[in-house]
């Protein structure tokens, strides 16, 4: 790995790679030759310092990582998350050609698919109005509780399918904080609204707490017989559920094997099935199956997940960028940034090899974004113009669900587009200046502004156009990004399925809890918390 990584960085230095205007100027089929299909979804990643030699280095790189056998051993249910000696299964959960999947000597595909059907049956039951509030009221309302993957991902993808509701409304309460709870139960009535309380651990404190407050609203409106209607769970903890007193006709499982940020497509993505309906839902786990096989069997030159994976550590690693923006061009995808900020940096923000090694080198970079075209409007003078080379990920279906604005759409795909261009073709010095004369500007003036007005271009991008935004198109992003984070991972070497990093910040809450009540001395602590605490304490009303 380090003799190619090495080859890379002097590849780089001496073919001029991240000359990318040039390589255009002088490459006519460069387009053709750096864009990857899958059926309708492409990815060009023609706009990125990339030539034959750089990618086929990464090919390289994918082999002596060892890449390909890794991807087999997580689909063969190997335990890959060794420091937690768990299997690492979601493709399981969304595999539809129902081959069998063995954990431990077990199928796992038989409780897959009757978790599959009996949130189905829930679902057709809340839908229908067959299953009804305490109060004989049809259903009008879901609130999923739950945080990280118990939220981030269904609250996501719900929105993103706006176009196929047809269910109850969904609402996603997560924070600790009590707004979160306060603002959403303002606007419904207990009687007609479902609570989901979803939690792979059912330990989680925001989620605990959140779910008692809820609980509260349903007894306190209803009577405490009524909590039983207006409650399902989502959980591996299925003891816990029961301790919390929700009827087990309503609580859908999953396994350790989920990861908590890959767990959407199991019963996790009940609120989503809610609201689009389980046929729809079934096309969104076969988006992901489909780019499942397609990860499993395209050669590396044309597997989307492996190019956008060596892609992303080329950035990181051989150019040193510590950031990557994610830039849907689609108001509906406007919390896929926040997803993938949980998918990718839980995941691979690590700085311990699986040797239990220090790492050497980087590993995940920063992943945030915002949808186009709101960011053009905020920090795109940043990734244009500023000091850091931040590779962009642009995404753009061809059609939109609205055909009577179909000017606006075509005004989101020419933003897309001109700021991938922009980005690779900038504006030279004597190009600024000469658009100033242009506009009447003396000399001198064009002289003291131009500098002002340069673009140095060259800046990488990649662009995924797909023809909409269905469930089967959005099931397909999520699952290559995903495999996109593993590909990644494993160039790292890092266990990217494991999240000790969230750990201390969770027991440090739990001690200082009695001391921010005023319960206990903040003496031990730092003097910054400790001064804090007091500061807090004193202004507490
Ligand atoms: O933030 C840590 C984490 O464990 C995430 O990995 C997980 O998605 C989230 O908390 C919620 O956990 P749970 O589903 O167990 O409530």
Redesign the pocket.
């Known amino acids: 790995m380090d003799t190619i990584i090495a080859k890379l960085k002097d590849s780089v230095a001496s073919t001029g790679a991240t000359d990318i205007r040039s390589a255009f100027a002088s490459d006519s089929g460069r387009f053709a030759k750096f864009t990857a299909r899958l059926d309708d979804l492409l990815m060009d990643y023609s706009k990125c310092a990339v030539n034959e030699t750089v990618m086929g280095l990464l090919s390289e790189l994918a082999e002596a990582g060892g890449v390909a056998k890794k991807r087999d051993a997580m689909f063969a249910g190997d335990k890959i998350n060794f420091t937690e000696d768990r299997a690492v299964l979601h493709t399981a959960l969304r595999n539809r050609s129902n081959t069998p999947v063995m954990v431990d000597g077990r199928d796992v595909m038989p409780d897959v698919n009757a978790v599959l059907d009996a949130m189905s049956e829930f679902c057709n039951g809340v839908r229908s109005g067959a299953i009804k509030g305490a109060t004989g009221k049809k259903i009008t309302d879901v609130v999923n509780i739950?945080?990280?993957?118990?939220?981030?991902g269904p609250a996501m993808a719900t929105l993103a399918m706006a176009p196929y509701h047809d269910g109850p409304r969904a609402h996603f309460v997560s924070n600790v904080d009590g707004a979160h709870i306060a603002d959403t139960l303002k606007l419904l009535s207990a009687d007609t609204t479902l609570f989901i309380v979803?939690?792979?651990?059912?330990?989680?404190i925001?989620?605990m707490t959140n779910a008692r407050a809820a609980r509260k609203f349903v007894s306190d409106a209803l009577g405490e017989e009524a909590v039983g209607h207006h409650f399902a769970a989502v959980?591996t903890a299925l003891d816990k559920v029961a301790a919390f007193g929700i009827d087990e006709t309503r609580v859908f499982g999953f396994w350790d094997w989920v990861?908590?940020?890959y767990?959407i497509w199991s019963a996790?993505g009940l609120p989503l099935m809610l609201a689009i309906g389980p046929e729809h839902f079934v096309e969104f786990l076969e988006g992901a199956h489909a780019l499942d096989t397609h990860f499993r069997e395209a050669p590396v030159e044309n597997n989307l997940p492996m190019l956008l994976g060596l892609i992303g550590y080329y950035h990181r690693v051989v150019l040193g960028y510590p950031t990557r923006a994610i830039l849907p061009y689609d108001q509906r995808m406007s919390r896929f940034p926040a997803y993938l900020q949980?998918l990718d940096m839980?995941s691979n923000g690590k700085s311990v090899t699986i040797d239990s090694k220090p790492v050497k080198g980087p590993t995940g970079p920063v992943a945030w974004g915002e949808p186009g075209t709101n960011g053009q409007h905020a920090f795109y003078q940043l990734i244009h113009q500023g000091t850091d080379i931040i590779p962009a990920e642009f995404m753009i279906a061809a059609n939109g669900f609205e055909p009577d604005l179909r000017n606006q759409h075509d005004l989101l795909i020419a933003n897309c587009l001109a700021q991938s261009e922009a980005l690779m073709k900038g504006r030279t010095l004597d190009e600024a200046k000469a658009q100033l004369t242009a506009k009447g500007a003396d000399a001198a003036t064009a002289d003291r502004i131009g500098p002002h007005r340069v673009f140095a271009g060259n800046r990488p991008s990649i662009t995924f156009v797909y023809d909409k935004l269905t469930p089967h198109a959005l099931g397909r992003m999520i699952a290559l990004y995903e495999h996109r984070v593993f590909v990644e991972g494993v160039l790292f070497n890092i266990n990217s399925f494991d999240?000790w990093g969230?750990e201390l910040g969770?027991e440090l809450a739990t001690g200082l809890l009695p001391v921010v009540e005023g319960k206990e001395s903040a003496a031990g602590h730092d003097s910054s918390t400790a001064g804090l605490v007091d500061t807090l304490l004193k202004a507490k009303a």
Not at 198 to 204: H, N, P
């Open positions: 739950g945080i990280g993957g118990s939220d981030l979803a939690s792979k651990t059912f330990t989680t925001e989620t959980s990861g908590g940020r767990s996790i949980q839980e999240q969230v969770k």
